[in-house]
């Protein structure tokens, strides 16, 4: 299985930079797509630069409407393995 061209480094860290919500959530949406070692730093820098933006650079009062947001397309994206699954 190749590798989509944003998973390798250099890419990855100026879209984690740029886009960390966003790149958070491509990471958990191909999960599978990354090897043990190299998923685990990926998501330490995606999650680290998500929390940056968040608690640093957005305003306050924005924390409830963009974790509650980004909780659930996690959770979709862990229905839909449950609904792959089940169908073969």
Sequence with gaps: MTQ???TRHMPFFFLT???????LLLLVWRWEMFEGHE???????????TVFIVF???PRGSLPIILP???LLIALK???????????
């Design 4 to 6: 989509p061209w944003y």
């Design 39 to 49: 998923r685990g730093i990926k998501l330490f820098f995606a999650i680290g630069m």
């Design 69 to 71: 947001i980004i909780g």
């Design 56 to 58: 640093g650079l957005l």
């Design 17 to 23: 930079f740029l886009f960390a919500p966003l790149t």
């Design 78 to 88: 862990l229905v839909f393995n449950l609904i792959k699954r089940k169908t073969g």
